[in-house]
């Protein structure tokens, strides 16, 4: 992988994986091979990197028998073992991809505070830097300042913005949107969604409604419904991961604030309980620090780069 690529995702798991090393090779300080005992402080330590109970568990069940066929010995074979089933459940997620239709709508989802509006923007962004052409569509029209906040995002980036005032129906702003994009033959229409209306009830009820606004213009669109969760929230972003998921059928997630947490192992028990690829990580605040996630080379930074 590229040096630069591998730097951000190196530098975003750094406090993760300076937990992780150096309870590693704490283990293996006292004695050289691993026993019982061990492997219970490695499975808490396994958790306390917010890799959950139920992956940990696993994981510790995989090293039991890989140990039994003498495959782990030392902290690098422990590693190499952990990488090798880390990628395995990671791997759970990838879809296989098909021509794209045009346009592709992608709907955004997740709570406030998670950095939902400038993540589309940086993808956006991306998307303009490919020579694609992009439509945005401010369909959170509760949030006060988020219309205004993506139309500044859209001016910023180049990509034209659909919206209407203030407290307006989110799903007439993806109906507009939707024909919008079709009629100026787009290649990407993203629609913003709220955060947060007055129960997730409401809320999950307001997403359905826009899916099935946007699929009478666009038929099966949304084509990807992507959920972003902010990694420092460790395992609550699980249970919000879920609950998106049932109701609208999550098809990506977009894990942002990697950089600043020690909880990064999360992206894991993620994919785990949902086997819905994570697309993208947020490394920093720049658009170029939101990168396309690597399987191995999340690994790598997670463990250490002698992985």
């Known amino acids: 992988m590229a040096d630069g690529l591998w730097s951000k995702i190196g530098k975003g798991l750094a406090k993760t994986r300076q937990m992780l090393s150096s309870g590693l090779e704490a283990l293996f300080f006292d004695q050289a091979t691993l026993d019982a005992k061990t492997l219970d402080h490695l499975e808490k330590l396994l958790i306390g990197s917010d890799l959950g109970v139920e992956v940990a568990g696993r994981l510790i069940e995989g ?4 140990i039994g066929r003498k495959e782990v010995s030392d902290l690098a074979s422990l590693k190499k073992r952990l ?35 400038t993540t589309i923007a940086k993808r956006a962004c991306q998307l303009k830097k490919e020579g694609k052409k992009v439509l945005l569509s401010a369909s959170d029209t509760f949030r006060a300042g988020a219309i205004e906040q993506l139309s500044i995002w859209g001016k910023r980036v180049g990509a034209d913005l659909i919206c209407h005032q203030a407290g307006a129906d989110p799903s007439a702003v993806a ?19 709220a955060g947060r209306l007055q129960t997730k009830y409401n809320l999950m009820e307001e997403l359905k409604k826009i899916k099935r606004v ?3 213009v666009i038929p099966d669109a949304p084509h990807e419904r992507i959920l972003i969760l902010d990694a420092t929230t460790g395992q609550n972003a699980i249970s919000q991961g879920r609950l998106f998921h049932e109701a609208i059928g999550v098809t990506g997630i977009i894990l942002t604030k990697l950089d600043t947490t020690a909880k990064g192992g999360v992206v894991v028990p993620i994919v785990e309980a949902l086997s819905v690829p994570v697309t993208h990580v947020g490394v920093g605040e720049g658009v170029d620090d939101l990168i396309p996630f690597n399987i191995d080379a999340f690994a790598e930074a997670l463990l250490g780069e002698s992985v």
Do not use: W
Not at 177 to 188: E, I, L, N, T
């Open 63 to 66: 090293l039991k028998a890989s």
């Open 83 to 117: 990488k090798s089933y880390i990628v395995t459940i990671l791997e759970k997620g990838v879809v296989a991809h098909s021509s794209p239709p045009s346009p592709v709508v992608v709907l955004f989802m997740g709570v406030n505070g998670v950095g939902k509006t």
């Open 175 to 193: 109906f507009d949107a939707a024909q919008a994009a079709c009629a100026r033959k787009v290649d990407y229409l993203f629609i913003d969604t």
């Open 214 to 216: 946007v699929a009478k």
